[in-house]
């Protein structure tokens, strides 16, 4: 069986916000292995809602498909996050050079 939480001050609610809401009881652990994934419960409206990031406010990037070098991509991933903007930034060095060139 699931342990019942316990209030704990400083994350963004008061303890009579907690009382008003605690009358829940806990899932037991027959009722999480029970449950099913939201899409699979409500096919329709999972399928309605939509995760996209909306359009840019000011856009100042595009989006392409360029093919790179397996091994180029994996060790900018290896990087971590911001992967991507470090590539950007060394395409726009790149672009740069060539600028002073032409």
């Not at 939201?38 to 989006?63: D, H, M, N, S, Y």
Request: proline letters at 6%.
């Amino acid at each position: 069986m699931t342990k019942t939480k316990q209030f704990e001050s400083g994350h963004g609610y008061a303890k009579e916000d907690w009382d008003a809401v605690s009358d829940n009881p806990p899932l037991t652990d027959a009722e999480l292995a029970a449950a099913r994934p939201f899409a699979e419960v409500l096919p329709k409206l999972a399928a309605a809602i939509k995760r996209t990031r909306g359009p840019q406010k000011a856009p100042i990037k595009e989006q392409i498909t360029l093919r790179l070098d397996r091994a180029a991509v994996a060790a900018f991933r290896a990087t971590g996050h911001g992967w991507q903007s470090r590539i950007d930034d060394v395409v726009k060095k790149a672009a740069a050079k060539l600028r002073h060139k032409g």
